[in-house]
């Protein structure tokens, strides 16, 4: 193949790029598909692409990677190997669900609507692995913590031919890999311009996204998220890498700017080598410092306009009647936007609660099958109905039971602009997690009678439901 | 079509910019009636896979303009800051009085886009949640259990961060504001405020909480995963403070 020859020749860590990108031509004309591709019985629709994949993990347990330059073959050694595969929902429902034959023809379809790839945590390490590693294992998708979705070969994909220079621009757009790369990244991303130009048509061709971000960063770090945007603008290519800021990272970054000289004369590559941030890249503190300059121009080019309209009338004792009307104003606006918010919240919660919920009597219900599977083949089938509605007459309570206390709580009244709301709050919380706390308490008793006929356990949670609904 | 018609009354009332970040809820609905009328169990691993890949699709659509504006919420977030700061420093002076006018007026707008990405980030998860569950009825797949398990994790629902700078504001706002005045001033207050409509955000305010209100306001489909009903005690005022759209003279 036309493709090998150009893997040896580039950097380890820019392999799996490679071979990303080669699959990712080689799936978009399914004439090209490597062979031992297609053999593989698990149903391949098209490798997945992920760098990010590799960053999110890198972020989420940062210090074990950040110095290593090998890192994704570390990496890649150490976690069981990431099939590439349509997605977890699916597999945790239909295992195997798609047909070997599957083609590009499905994903042409698709992506003919929406282009974008989603990615998966699937890179190899070496390369004389890749064509046996992700095919011939089986696919552990639980464990994965990262978004799964299907590679949607974008229809504008270039001849195979041209991929050798993609794979170039590959390795300079990754930025997530290790810190030497970063560095490696920012030097050649600056240096040449021209990259940038054709990290948009690539971008365009083979967009790449990871949005998931793992839930234990570091604080002082960003993560890498790849989001990709619509592939029809890649005019925007500098919001195709997404990078999800925090504030510390913005202090680091407003530290570096000021040692700079200010915003103005700040120049991305300064802020970038002060910053000194793994995985950041001279594309995220560019665009970064674009908002950041717009941030800081606007209010003051806005001041200037209002200064010159207002006119002498609007100077005298009037002023101060509108300004106390305008406090009012924006008294009220705040009330109703701190409403909407606790709102927000507490639904969320909510929303957050029921899942945790849902998610723990499906395991308790498949503990149940099996443990009734064992004892009496039969009859599993007729235990399924009665513990599904014992659950959801368990979640029902559950969830009444909280809102109304919430409910109850913010009594917010609109017509008293008094900011009483923050008093409010505070006897809801307590209420909202002693109610919690008694959640617990009864679910963990349930799942200690497992075992028991669903009878027994309907009676356990009628009694559940008694306590709570006095 | 309840919430269909609720999300595309949020949209249509929502911030310009936002309009075409939302979730598409009518097109994947139509997907699922698709899916859910024909197909074969031959086709049905394509079709969900299919499916899978809009809404993944979707998700990144609402990550990437979620991350976008929250970038753009912590710069402001420190701009605003650095303003107060520079306020309190100055003394009495004129330009104090004017700055600390607009800077009240920036803390309440900035309060308010914030928890509007709030309410967009919950309305898109509602949707999502909805259209699993549409799917999972029609097709008698258990695709929704899962796959809302990946949504819980990701940027765009994962609000801590925001949640965290709309407490802050909060906080400065004792800071900016005069100590609050007797009852008199708040009839007032709800005319200058509805003349305001700071630069929407008041109205969209408003309207996402009517909104909120009236989705869950008890459905023929209450199930253990539906949201309990809302009470406002005082959503009288609120609907005299919603600004109803134009009507358009075709």
Redesign the interface.
Known sequence: METRPALSIQRPGARQMNICGASGALSSSSTVLPSPLTQQPSGV?SPLYSNSGVAGHMFSSSSEFSTDLHFPLVQLHEQPPQSPF?????D???SA???RS?DSG??Q??SS??R?A?NDSWCTDSLPDFLDFPLSSTIPNNHL?N????V?PSENLDKPNDWPDWADQLITDNDALTSDWSQLLSDASVANPETMSSQQILETNFPV?E???S?QLPTTSGET?N????SSSANSAS?KQ??????EL??AF?DAVNKLGGSERATPKGVLKLMKVEGLTIYHVKS?LQ??RT??YK?ETT?EAEKKLTSIEELSSLDLKT????????????E??????E???I??N???R??EQ??YL?MMFEKQCKSGMDLMKGTSVTNENPLKES??????SL??NN??VE?DNS?T???????TS?ETSQPAKEKQIALETAVLENLEEDDTDVADSPSSKRVKVDRYERTNNP | MKFGKRLKQQIEQSLPGWRDYFLSYKDLKKLVRLISSASPPLECGKAEAEFVCLLNDEIDKFNSFFMEQEEDFIIHHKELQQRIEKVMENGIEKDYKEELAKIRKDIVNFHGEMVLLMNYSNINYTGLAKILKKYDKRTGGVLRLPFIQKVLEQPFFTTDLISKLIKECENTLDSVFPPSVSDAGTLRGEKEALALAGEGIFQNTVAALLTMQEMRRGSSTHSHFSLPPLKFPDSDILHTLQILPPIQIP
């Open positions: 629709i349509i997605s977890q929902s699916i945790s429902g239909t669900s798609l047909p599957v499905v994903f379809s698709a609507n929406h974008r989603s913590d978004n799964n979705g299907i949607i996204q949005p998931h971000i839930q998220c989001a990709a945007g619509q919001a997404r990078m999800r800021w925090t504030p913005h202090e407003v970064h908002k950041y941030a800081r209010p001041e300004g106390i009307e305008l406090t009012e104003a924006l008294r009220l606006q705040m109703v936007q701190k409403r909407l918010h709102q927000l919240e639904q969320r909510l929303q957050l029921i899942e849902g998610r499906q659950a959801e007459a368990a979640q029902n969830s009444n809102l109304e409910s009594k009244k609109l017509s008293n602009v008094a900011a923050g």
